[in-house]
């Protein structure tokens, strides 16, 4: 009984430690596009690395990759590649959209694509008559199907 509780509280810690190294990752996703915009415009000729700012962005995205790293390993440790690396790539990808967006306020250029919206609708009408978990009807419901203004 004992090794089957401590199996449980490696599984709920690696799903912590995939959860934060997505979210440190995304973070990482954001300081890495605003260095590589910096690259850009030194290229361009418009130097500005001048700025404290453009240092910290740049000293940033390292310690946040090597931190995504350490958190990764030890996940990885605590559970199996094919279980956790997908619970790790989910959490990056929602971060990383999630913080971009709001770093580059991206909100009020976002406007409906008509063409690809009805298939996203008959899609998420599927999935909320499949789904019996009533947590994961009011999710579906409120993230995907939701009305959004053209």
Not at 72 to 82: D, Q, R, T
């Amino acid at each position: 009984m004992v090794c089957s509780d401590q199996v449980t509280i490696d599984r709920s810690c690696s799903v912590v430690f995939g959860y934060c190294a997505g979210a440190v990752g995304g973070q990482q996703q954001v300081f890495l596009k605003a260095t590589g915009e910096l690259f850009e415009s030194t290229f361009n000729g418009k130097s500005e690395w001048n700025r404290w700012e453009a240092t910290m962005f740049a000293v940033a995205c390292i310690v946040l990759a090597v931190g995504q790293i350490q958190l990764l390993n030890k996940g990885l440790c605590l559970w199996s590649a094919i279980k956790y690396l997908p619970i790790y790539n989910v959490c990056l990808i929602l971060c990383s959209t999630t913080y971009g967006g709001i770093f580059y306020q991206v909100q009020g250029t976002l406007r409906c694509l008509h063409a690809a919206e009805q298939p996203a609708r008959s899609q998420c009408h599927d999935s909320v008559s499949q789904c019996h978990d009533q947590v994961c009807r009011v999710l579906i419901a409120h993230v995907i199907c939701r009305n959004t203004r053209c």
